[in-house]
Antibody
Framework: QVQLMESGGGVVQPGTSLRLSCAAS????????MHWVRQAPGKGLEWVAF????????HYSDAVKGRFTISRDNSKNTLFLQMNSLRAEDTGVYFC??????????????????WGQGTLLTVSS | QSVLTQPPSASGPPGQTVTISCSGS????????VSWYQQLPGAAPTLLMF???QRPSGVPDRFSGSKSGTSASLAISGLRSEDEADYFC???????????FGNGTTVTVL
């Protein structure tokens, strides 16, 4: 079955960088676009970024554009999120999620059909 | 402030029907697909509905979705205690070139 496992979270100071990883298994990773979604403590879900199935294009929320970079290694079935210039408001649980539509580049009909358990990032001095 | 607006809470006794609304605009719900997610306490979200009204396999038919204009709705009929959770709508937004989530609705079974 589809499995997604995030790693790389931790406690960091404002202004620093961190890279999250998401290891995928149980499906043909290279056919599906992938998302990062975050959730601040006690708050709702916030979409962060989406990467095309082949890594050719990406979309970002305004909150992270210019600071975060989403990437993937299809040979290793792994998704990444490079986070620079971290701020306190970036604190939260970061989930990776699979887009359920193969070869889709946006406005995909099948939703985010599989989610990892999340990794916690705390940005604090 | 979320681009998609949901009521913060909804409730009902066991067996009743609860409906959650998700209000957007012409750049998101008005022209794009809507999906719904359930998040049980302490757990990751799971997909509940896609393309407005399609249920993934395993989701009971007590859950139903609809869309009209720039709003979408999720109905839970035959309410059960295990339905107590947070529910979020989501859609692609053409103006933002990205996805947006609703602020979430907490469902309580009385």
């Amino acid at each position: 079955q589809v499995q997604l496992m995030e790693s790389g979270g931790g406690v960091v100071q404002p202004g620093t960088s961190l890279r999250l990883s998401c290891a995928a298994s149980g499906f043909t990773f290279s056919k599906f676009g992938m998302h990062w979604v975050r959730q601040a403590p006690g708050k709702g879900l916030e979409w962060v970024a989406f990467l095309f199935y082949d890594g050719s294009n990406a979309h970002y929320s305004d909150a992270v554009k210019g600071r975060f970079t989403i990437s993937r290694d299809n040979s290793k079935n792994t998704l990444f999120l490079q986070m620079n210039s971290l701020r306190a408001e970036d604190t939260g649980v970061y989930f990776c999620a699979r887009d359920g539509t193969v070869y889709c580049g946006g406005n995909c009909p099948r939703g985010f059909d599989s989610w990892g358990q999340g990794t916690l990032l705390t940005v604090s001095s | 402030q979320s681009v998609l607006t949901q009521p913060p809470s909804a409730s009902g006794p066991p067996g009743q029907t609860v409906t959650i609304s998700c209000s957007g605009s012409g750049s998101n719900i008005g022209r794009n697909y809507v999906s719904w997610y359930q998040q049980l306490p302490g757990a990751a979200p799971t997909l509940l509905m896609f393309s407005q009204k399609q249920r993934p396999s395993g989701v009971p038919d007590r859950f139903s979705g609809s869309k009209s204009g720039t709003s979408a709705s999720l109905a839970i009929s035959g309410l059960r205690s295990e339905d107590e959770a947070d529910y979020f709508c989501a859609s692609w937004d053409d103006s933002l070139s990205g996805y947006v989530f609703g602020n979430g609705t907490t469902v309580t079974v009385l």
